[in-house]
């Protein structure tokens, strides 16, 4: 899959929180950054690394927001990587606008990092 295929994928798997579809997107080793993760998990210096963090991570994420909802305003790619740009909805909360990147390689997330104020 070329790494825009696999973005449109991302977000639709993540705005059903479909965390199989989710994970089968990336590599059983991925290494995924986030800010958020950073404040809430300290320990990890924001880090998570393999399947199971990130199933653990999005569980969570998942099982504490159920209104999580991302609106895709850009996507940008090549053939290794996509920007992707979007809002994040939660009910209650503000909207946060974020930047996230995705590394592809052999059809899967080899990592991801996210960007936001």
Known sequence: MSPLTIAHEWFAAFNTHDLEALLSLYADDAEH?????????????????????????WRDAFDRLPSLHYEVVKLTGDAEQVFMEYIRHVEGEEDLRVGEVLEVRDGVIMASRVYHG
Not at 33 to 57: N, Q
């Open 33 to 57: 950054y986030s800010p958020k993760l950073k404040v809430r998990r300290p320990e990890t210096e924001g880090w998570v690394r393999g399947k199971a963090a990130l199933r653990d991570w």
